[in-house]
Structures are given as C-alpha cells and as structure tokens.
C-alpha cells in the first residue's frame, strides 16, 4: 500500500476521490473539500512523526557509531587492557550495540505496539493522580 501522500497526489491527478482508490470502486465524480482536507492533514501529520523518528534515528546512529569509534581506537592502540581505557572500550561498544537494538526496534512493526502501551501506561497514570 502506497504512502497516504501518494494516495493523495493520485486522487488528484485522476480527480477520483481517495476512498474509491482505497476500496477499489467508483463511486462519486468528485471528492468532498472537506473529506480532502482531513485526509491531507492526516498526511501532514504522519509525515511529522515520520520526520521526528528519522531525526531522532540519526543522532542515536551518530551516538552509536561514536561509542564504535571508542571501542575502535583503544582496540587498535592497544589501549583496552589499560585501566580507564578498558571501561571506556566496553562502554563504546555496548552503547554501539545497545542503538542498534534500538534501531531494529524503531524500525520493526514492534514500535507501534510498543508505542500503543505506553500511551495506555500513561493514560492510566493520568487517571491515577485524579
């Protein structure tokens, strides 16, 4: 299924409403302003959320490919038996691991439900304190 912006663009161009593309059938010659707007709004804001993931995405990458960098050069030096050194190897290439755990997670069709229960915790807890 095409992204909601492309569904849009071809609504469109072909002057069909969206929700005859989406079911498939032709129902209206034109679609309602009103209808389009909502739709396109919708799309406005899921292409935020996608921004929003995609930034926050590059600098955990960033992060992660820094903590590898550390564990790089106190390997290469010959550095990661040496007592502060040793820590900051291990901590470099467990912050590497650990963004790209959370990279396969933020990517996964794991997150909306991940996301789903946390609004639900946090919901519950706003129900909580009143």
Do not use: C
Request: charge should be negative.
């Amino acid at each position: 299924m095409p992204d909601l912006d492309v569904l849009i663009e071809l609504s469109d161009f072909y002057a069909v409403d969206l929700r005859e593309i989406l079911s498939g059938e032709r129902k209206s010659e034109q679609m309602n302003e009103e209808t389009k707007e909502t739709v396109l709004l919708v799309a406005e804001y899921g292409n935020e959320d996608k921004e929003r993931l995609l930034r926050r995405m590059h600098w955990l990458s960033i992060a992660g490919l820094i903590g590898f960098g550390m564990f790089l050069v106190t390997t290469l030096l010959d550095l990661s038996e040496v007592s502060p050194y040793e820590e900051i190897s291990s901590f470099g290439l467990g912050l590497a691991f650990g963004i790209m755990i959370l990279g396969i997670i933020y990517t996964s069709r794991y997150m909306v439900k991940i996301k789903q229960f946390k609004e639900r915790l946090l919901d519950r807890e706003q129900r909580v304190k009143k």
